[in-house]
């Protein structure tokens, strides 16, 4: 790309928002770059797990990305939810809400590495190319990244680290959960192909989602724990792994990859100011309970690219649309979120018995029970 170019939009951020939002926007024939800080092929080796919804993967097969033939993809059939110590269970199954699965358990690289691929005509990505600067002149936005300078119509942040939102004049909030999640790839000697487990303990939820090779952990722990667990010997990890999960899958016989992070609600107000937008972990970053954070992301996207491609002569003006219209999901998904992240840890006898009635009372009632698993399979509604 030349040292000095105009786009139509310029998007901070190589990773499955970013790339998304490229992809919709350059198929309706805007003229966009994709700007990311990392090389290529970087992408490729990052071994977190994302969850897709149903709803979530028919976004993507309409961009072309078959989310079910990508490497090392499985499907969530079914969720079974517990609750650590106490009575109460329940078993939510996909088929019960007319969808064949509640979506899937993907790579981040491999995503990536397939929106990456077949790049439609008119979108360009900029590898090795970090966002020093955005000047917002009021008529255009200039970009300042490692090999020169861009102007745009509008940009958009889709950075996970939401570099430069603070100079623009964006506000952020974080609540931090003082806890921390450890993840990792779990072995069993039972694994059951599509089931995924939710286990609500004193610090939080445990999540085991099934992966191509075994589960996927996500683990709540206080901070320290988390950290011993990162470096404590495999086998130390397994039994406490046990402890806290049971035998549901039979024996732990491996917890590989092991990594530990801080937990907390982060949001950035407003959503757009002038003509930069924010979107997807530059927007708000939740709580990996239910696992929402990619699917609000790609609810984003979506409701942002359309705005962009139905006001391409005044995409300045099509940004304060999208932010009324994002408020309402926004809301509801964070609130559902952090409901279910605190909602299982208050102490005390009384509430761990109304935890328990609660998901005794959803096994046993087949309409709540749907209309919960509906939720997690578009979550939420409109």
């Not at 109460?88 to 790579?107: D, H, M, N, Y």
């Not at 005509?121 to 020093?132: Q, R, S, T, Y």
């Not at 024996?251 to 990594?259: D, F, K, L, P, Y």
Request: a neutral charge; proline letters at 6%; one cysteine or more.
């Amino acid at each position: 790309m030349a040292a000095e170019t105009d786009l139509d939009v310029a998007i901070i951020g190589g990773g499955p928002a970013g790339l998304t939002l490229g992809r919709m926007l350059a198929a309706a024939g805007l003229k966009t770059s994709v700007f990311e800080a990392r090389s290529a092929g970087a992408s490729a080796t990052d071994g977190r797990a994302l969850a897709l919804s149903w709803r979530s993967h028919l976004t993507l097969a309409r961009l072309g990305t078959t989310v079910p033939s990508l490497p090392g993809v499985a499907p969530i059939d079914a969720i079974h939810i517990s609750h650590a110590g106490h009575p109460g269970r329940t078993l939510l199954r996909a088929a019960e809400t007319g969808v064949p699965s509640f979506g899937f358990v993907v790579g981040y690289g491999a995503l990536v590495g397939a929106l990456q691929s077949d790049v439609p005509e008119g979108l360009f990505v900029e590898h090795d190319a970090p966002v020093v600067a955005i000047n917002d002149a009021g008529t255009s936005i200039t970009l300042r990244h490692a090999r020169g300078l861009v102007r745009a119509a509008v940009a958009v942040i889709a950075d996970g680290a939401g570099a430069l939102l603070d100079e623009l004049g964006f506000r952020a909030t974080a609540r931090e959960y003082g806890t921390h999640a450890l993840v990792g790839t779990v072995r069993v000697s039972e694994p059951v192909p599509g089931l995924a487990f939710e286990r609500f303990t004193a610090h939080g939820p445990l999540a085991l989602l099934p992966c191509q090779d075994g589960h996927a952990l996500v683990w709540t722990l206080p901070p320290d724990e988390a950290r011993r667990m990162q470096s404590a010997p495999e086998s130390a990890v397994r039994t406490a792994l046990q402890h806290a999960f049971g035998w549901r899958l039979g024996r732990v016989v491996g917890v590989e990859a092991r990594a530990a992070f801080p937990l907390a609600l982060r949001q950035t107000r407003p959503a757009t100011l002038g003509r930069v937008a924010a979107v997807g972990n530059a927007a708000q970053t939740l709580h990996p309970v239910a696992g929402q954070g990619f699917n609000l992301a790609l609810r984003d996207v979506t409701v942002l690219a359309s705005d962009l491609v139905a006001h391409r002569h005044d995409l300045a003006g099509a940004l304060g649309g999208y932010g009324r219209e994002r408020a309402g999901d926004r809301t509801r998904t964070i609130g559902f979120t952090h409901a279910l992240a605190e909602g299982f840890t208050v102490g005390g006898a009384p509430a761990a018995w109304l935890r328990g009635g609660l998901l005794a009372a959803l096994d046993l009632a087949p309409p709540a029970r749907r209309t919960f698993a509906h939720l997690l399979s578009t979550t939420p509604l409109p």
